[in-house]
């Protein structure tokens, strides 16, 4: 079956700081990847994707790429600010006519000023 | 966001009573999803739709949980009797196909 494994967090940098999370992934037929945010209280909120193997996802300044050698969509942003602290979600969804997304437990990130 | 609006926000309630949650969609989805959360599993997915027809329940953990759609715009997920296990925050959430899924805010049960 599908599965979705990330890093355990929780995270904790500075302001500034370099972040990568990783995520790796075992699933049939030809996935598509998800990073999904969560802020207190709310409930998640897509970050990017990726539909097929090499494409990156990017949005506010975080990025991913799908590597199909490594089964990985590793999460990174170059400077992480306060405001980026939440709960990251790796996700997959298998396709076909299956359109249940398996989730990664989650990385709680807290971002320090 | 597409508006998924879920009602109660929040909910306590005692073991042995009746627990409905509710969803309405206000964009137009032909997917829809019902998760639960919690720190000990993570997200589960309890069951989906899709055309309002129920297509896979396979992670409705047993026979006290059910769920209906009777129209496009309102689902429901009832627990009869409820438990303190089931102590969650439950998610709506509607898409269309391999596309991106929209989470509702979710209702935070507590069952004491």
């Known amino acids: 079956g599908n599965s979705v494994t990330q890093m355990e967090g929780p995270v904790t940098l500075s302001e500034e700081a370099f972040l990568t999370i990783n995520c790796t992934y075992t699933?049939?037929?030809?996935?598509?990847l998800f990073w999904y945010v969560q802020y207190p209280g709310e409930g998640l909120q897509l970050l990017l994707k990726?539909?097929?193997?090499?494409d990156k996802g990017s949005n506010k300044g975080f990025e991913a790429t799908y590597r199909k050698e490594t089964t990985s969509f590793h999460l990174e942003k170059g400077s992480v600010q306060v405001s980026d602290s939440a709960v990251y979600f790796c996700?997959?969804?298998?396709?076909?006519?299956?359109?249940?997304?398996?989730f990664g437990k989650g990385t709680l990130l807290t971002v320090n000023p | 966001d597409a508006g998924v609006i879920q009602s109660p926000r929040h909910e306590v309630t005692e073991m042995g009573q009746e627990v409905t949650l509710r969803c309405k969609p206000i964009?137009?989805?032909?997917?829809l999803f019902w998760y639960r959360q919690t720190m000990m599993r993570g997200l589960e997915l309890l069951i989906y739709?899709?055309?309002?027809?129920?297509?896979?329940d396979s992670g409705m953990p047993e026979d006290r949980f059910s769920a209906k759609m009777p129209n496009a715009s309102f689902s429901t997920l009832k627990i009869q009797p409820s438990e303190p296990r089931d102590s969650a925050v439950y998610f709506c959430?509607?898409?269309?196909?391999?596309?991106?899924?929209?989470f509702g805010p979710g209702t935070r049960l507590t069952v004491l």
């Open positions: 996700a997959l969804n298998s396709g076909g006519s299956n359109y249940k997304l398996t």
């Open positions: 959430v509607v898409g269309s196909g391999r596309a991106q899924q929209f």
């Open positions: 699933a049939t037929g030809y996935p598509s």
């Open positions: 990726a539909t097929k193997a090499d």
């Open positions: 739709f899709n055309n309002n027809v129920p297509i896979d």
């Open positions: 964009s137009g989805h032909d997917y």
